[in-house]
T-cell receptor, first 117, second 112 residues
């Protein structure tokens, strides 16, 4: 199956700093990528839809200035958590859908665990 | 708004047993439905994808069915193994929207 790589897998930062998480589709192009947040023992919460070459579409309640998304190429989307606070600590997962395939199948990265001290 | 429900929330079975996980959704106008597996602290692994025009998909010991009219999908796991222990999530993509709705998952424990 298609491979989505996320980096870093774990990051610990101090409160007030910014953290960037990368999501790459390794063997396919993805016009659209999705960013999710997952709290312990809960399901995935869609944060935003990342579109190559245009602005991301944020879900209601998600601060766009807090969670900056850049989809600079057909294989890379980044999520930057700005001025991170302890409540931003969470598991962030990205997903991508191959542009060329018409099945609409979704592939996920391995996730990034953010801990803000 | 599409709502996806998974029952049961947790399931514990002895090794070798066949089992069924359930997923229900409120809006039958779906584009497709996808089943995933998530191991603790990991991302999601795609298991099976069913298009709206299909009724079932099979991969090895896994079989997923789809009944749009009743808003249900089931994931059947045959001859369960301890390695099947994980959380299983279903996700529904609504027709006309570029968004997937996830259930809360079923945590499966297969005891040796």
């Amino acid at each position: 199956g298609a491979v989505v790589s996320q980096h870093p897998s774990r990051v610990i930062c101090k409160s007030g700093t910014s953290v960037k998480i990368e999501c790459r589709s390794l063997d396919f192009q993805a016009t659209t990528m999705f960013w999710y947040r997952q709290f312990p023992k809960q399901s995935l919460m869609l944060m935003a839809t990342s579109n190559e070459g245009s602005k991301a579409t944020y879900e209601q309640g998600v601060e766009k200035d807090k969670f900056l998304i850049n989809h600079a190429s057909l294989t890379l989307s980044t999520l930057t958590v700005t001025s991170a606070h302890p409540e931003d600590s969470s598991f962030y997962i990205c997903s991508a859908r191959p542009t060329s395939a018409n099945t609409g199948e979704l592939f996920f990265g391995e996730g990034s665990r953010l801990t803000v001290l | 708004k599409q709502e996806v429900t998974q029952i049961p929330a947790a399931l514990s079975v002895p090794e070798g047993e066949n089992l069924v996980l359930n997923c229900s959704f409120t809006d039958s106008a779906i584009y497709n439905l996808q089943w995933f597996r998530q191991d603790p602290g990991k991302g999601l692994t795609s298991l099976l994808l069913i298009q709206s025009s299909q009724r079932e998909q099979t991969s090895g010991r896994l079989n997923a069915s789809l009944d749009k009219s009743s808003g249900r999908s089931t994931l059947y796991i045959a001859a369960s193994q301890p390695g099947d222990s994980a959380t299983y999530l279903c996700a529904v993509r609504v027709r006309g929207f570029n968004k997937f709705y996830f259930g809360s998952g079923t945590k499966l424990n297969v005891k040796p």
